[in-house]
């Protein structure tokens, strides 16, 4: 009877385990998900389990030590140099057991666990030009060491034919841990690149351009540079994303920040080049030394990005650049973006003055024909604000939604929702919530 009910209950497993009766290439595509070390650890399942994670063409490997509490006990007890051999054993026997299938996609991220010896710079040297080939397609790689150590990318890297994304993180406010040579600014050839993420120190604006030139289908830029110049960046025509982040004191990582260009007048923003096709940008910008306003230099910069669908307006840009009270500033802006539909505005709630408002002669074509979302944060109910409000509403022909959010008191939203309930709408869809 025993064996009886074991021979069943083995026939009910071996129905039930249909995803081990599946193709090689099927069970390999659904590991390349996966980490390597889950991947391998798949191995101990069944015989059947035992090599397929051999034949899988992606490979990502982690060594982190982002947890700060872990990262503290390894290092009381000395554990972080052994802890790095230890996982350089792992990944050297990755690629000694692995079936000799062409690498796809490879990530490697060393986070607070790289030493400057010998020993650490050859291995990651050795697994990054194992990788490199026609058929490599993604490749990313993050070090932020624990001591100064700085890895210098072989310059076949970017020179492979059929990668589609490359991303190197790797730079301190003190040190850069990813170097790449000036000299071979010129070598570098990505025909089919279409992401480039860089977030380091110590690239200067010969080798930015060299990537820029020579990828000639880049459609997103996400760049994170320590001091660097962007007066003379050569923008591809064909870019559709651009994020630019500040590093360094009050650091802030955003996809449009200002300041982080150096620029004392941004009219020479149209030095970066052609960024009609950036569709998309989150704007933080801060005053100049002097304390003064930029306004207009800004509404060159948004003719510059004319095509601009999505803007996002933070903190800084209210209270330093465009102080939110000041809405007949923010409204040249709007002039300059006729393509904008979604606009965001935040209030850091510190007093500021503003103009009276003053009458409008012309309507922004963003707002007649394509503004369909506008969210207020830190609203304080003041007067310009609630014409500002009010404007909007009444002119906004195309407007989905008018998101009020942050009102504190309970009174003052009872007023300010009565007062634009009021309103006449220009869109008979455009709805008003407080958030």
């Given at each position: 009877m025993a064996a009886e009910s074991n021979s069943k209950r083995r026939r009910i497993v071996a129905e039930e385990?249909?995803?081990s009766s599946l193709p090689d290439c099927v069970l390999s595509h659904i590991l390349s998900f996966l980490p390597t070390k889950t991947s391998v650890a798949t191995s101990i399942l069944s015989n059947r389990w035992?090599?397929?994670?051999k034949h899988v063409s992606v490979l990502d490997f982690s060594n982190d030590f982002r947890d700060e509490a872990l990262f503290e006990k390894a290092m009381r007890n000395n554990k972080l140099l052994e802890h790095f051999q230890n996982f350089s054993v792992f990944v050297n026997r990755v690629f000694s057991l692995r079936m000799p299938y062409p690498i796809e996609k490879m990530s490697l991220s060393c986070v607070k666990s790289l030493y400057n010896i010998k020993s650490c710079t050859s291995s990651i040297d050795t697994w990054v030009r194992s990788v490199i080939g026609p058929h490599l397609k993604e490749f990313s790689l993050e070090i932020d060491p624990i001591q100064k150590y700085q890895f210098e990318p072989p310059i076949t890297l970017f020179t492979c034919t059929n990668l589609v994304s490359l991303s190197l993180i790797g730079g301190t406010k003190m040190f850069s841990s990813i170097y790449i040579d000036p000299r071979f600014a010129e070598e570098i050839r990505?025909?089919?690149?279409?992401?480039?993420?860089?977030?380091?120190?110590?690239?200067?604006?010969?080798?930015?351009?060299?990537?820029?030139?020579?990828c000639p289908i880049l459609e997103t830029l996400d760049t994170r540079l320590f001091g660097f110049n962007y007066k003379k960046l050569r923008v591809p025509s064909t870019l559709k994303r651009l994020k630019i982040s500040s590093v360094?004191?009050?650091?802030?990582?955003?996809?449009?920040?200002?300041?982080?260009?150096?620029?004392d007048d941004l009219n020479t923003f149209s030095d970066v080049g052609n960024l009609q096709n950036v569709v998309k940008a989150s704007l933080d910008v801060f005053r100049c030394s002097d304390g003064c306003y930029l306004t207009n230099n800004l509404v060159?910069?948004?003719?510059?990005?004319?095509?601009?669908?999505?803007?996002?307006?933070?903190?800084?840009?209210?209270?330093?650049?465009?102080?939110?009270?000041n809405q007949n500033s923010l409204l040249s802006l709007l002039h300059a973006c006729p393509m904008l539909q979604v606009l965001i505005t935040q209030n850091d709630k510190k007093e500021s003055t503003s103009p009276e408002w003053t009458t409008q002669s012309?309507?922004?074509n963003c707002i007649l024909s394509h503004l369909t979302y506008i969210?207020?944060?830190?609203?304080?109910?003041?007067?310009?604000?609630?014409?500002?409000?009010e404007y909007i509403l009444q002119n906004g022909l195309v407007l989905k939604k008018m998101s009020i959010a942050?009102?504190?008191?309970?009174?003052?939203?009872?007023?300010?929702?009565?007062?634009?309930?009021?309103?006449?709408?220009?869109?008979?869809?455009?709805?008003?919530?407080?958030?």
């Open positions: 385990d249909r995803i035992r090599h397929v994670w990505l025909p089919s690149l279409n992401y480039l993420k860089l977030h380091m120190r110590d690239v200067d604006i010969h080798t930015m351009n060299g990537f820029l030139v020579g360094g004191y009050g650091c802030y990582c955003l996809e449009m920040d200002l300041y982080s260009l150096g620029f060159s910069f948004f003719n510059v990005l004319s095509g601009i669908k999505h803007l996002s307006l933070s903190i800084s840009t209210i209270e330093l650049i465009l102080p939110w009270f012309t309507v922004p969210q207020f944060k830190g609203y304080e109910g003041c007067p310009d604000e609630l014409l500002f409000a942050d009102i504190s008191v309970d009174i003052l939203k009872y007023y300010i929702l009565r007062r634009l309930s009021n309103v006449p709408r220009a869109s008979r869809l455009c709805q008003l919530t407080f958030d």
